[in-house]
């Protein structure tokens, strides 16, 4: 996307000049634009990571530029909004960011910036993919692998939320596995035990995989060979990778069970249709009850707590320095 710059004041922003360095905070032009709003927080997804180290798919290749995908911030008005930033140099982890109303969700005045921050992208992943991506129908029953991230925690209780009969919960850190039955989860699973996967699994509608690669590997034929019915559908919808980009998909699986595999995220779901659900998901995580483990670090630190959150649950939040 073209660069808009004005003649105000510089900003500070946390810039990457390099994919093999984390973003420095600097001094950076600020943006222009009609909707230019101070920003309030800002959150450090995996998304936004492989944007700043040029692996995500919507990567150009283009730098210096500023990372951050949505965030929280207040408007000439007053008003504090949530919003979604186009694909753009121009990120949210910056003093001040230019945003379009159309992709913003306006907050009530109590709401915490940073807890708002922290939980829309990974709340959405479950919600979109649930409300928009296939037919959900309340009353199924969904299985999220990889649950002990922060999306898939948010996921646990989404589904529930949106009428799940059942959530199974995989994942391999026991720890936290056992704190989500808490939150909802009416099963837990050790993705290792995949016997107990499958059995545990054989009968459920939907899977939400944040996982994909080795672990959807050994989840898919776990599940499809102890299922009761194998006409009775399987929608088995990617959402993350982290457990490896590619699965070797065999040919049985498909021809063997009613099994779909789908994709849910940016593209795979258009824009106006995710824009359309953020004012109602971000009603529902401002009336509370939602578990995010998100941690405000001031945007000075970017370079340093960038490099320290790497591979931890936390959820690092930038705030104004
Ligand atoms: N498509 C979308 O709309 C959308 C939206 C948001 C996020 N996502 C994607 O969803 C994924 C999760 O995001 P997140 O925000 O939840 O990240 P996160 O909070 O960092 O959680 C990731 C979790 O993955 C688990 N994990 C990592 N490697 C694993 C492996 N090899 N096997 C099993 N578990 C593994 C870790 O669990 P433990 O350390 O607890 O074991 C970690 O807690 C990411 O790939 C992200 O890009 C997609």
Known sequence: MARTISQEPAMHAAVVRSFTHPPRYEEFPT????????????????????????????????????????????????????????????????????????????????????????????????WIALRRRIAFEPGQSVLVLGATGNAGQLAVQIAKHLGAKQVIAAGRNEARLAELEAIGADRTVVLDDTEALGAAAAEVDVVLDYLWGSAAAAAIPAILTRRPDRGRPLTWVEIGSMAGLELPVQSQWLRAARLQLVGSGQGSVPTREIVAELSELAAHIAQGGYTIDASPVVLSDVEDAWTRSLGSSERVVFVPA
């Open 31 to 126: 943006p222009e634009g009609e909707h230019v709003v101070d920003v309030l927080a800002a959150a450090l997804h995996p998304r936004v990571r492989s944007t700043a180290d040029g692996t995500h798919y919507e990567s150009t290749g283009e730098l210096p530029l500023i990372p951050g995908i949505d965030g929280v911030g207040r408007t000439a008005g007053g008003e504090h909004v949530y919003f979604v930033l186009p694909d753009t140099l121009l990120g949210s982890m910056a003093e001040r960011a230019a945003v379009d109303p159309r992709r913003c969700a306006v907050l009530p005045a109590h709401v915490d910036p940073v807890t708002i921050a922290a939980a829309m992208n990974p709340a959405m992943s479950s």
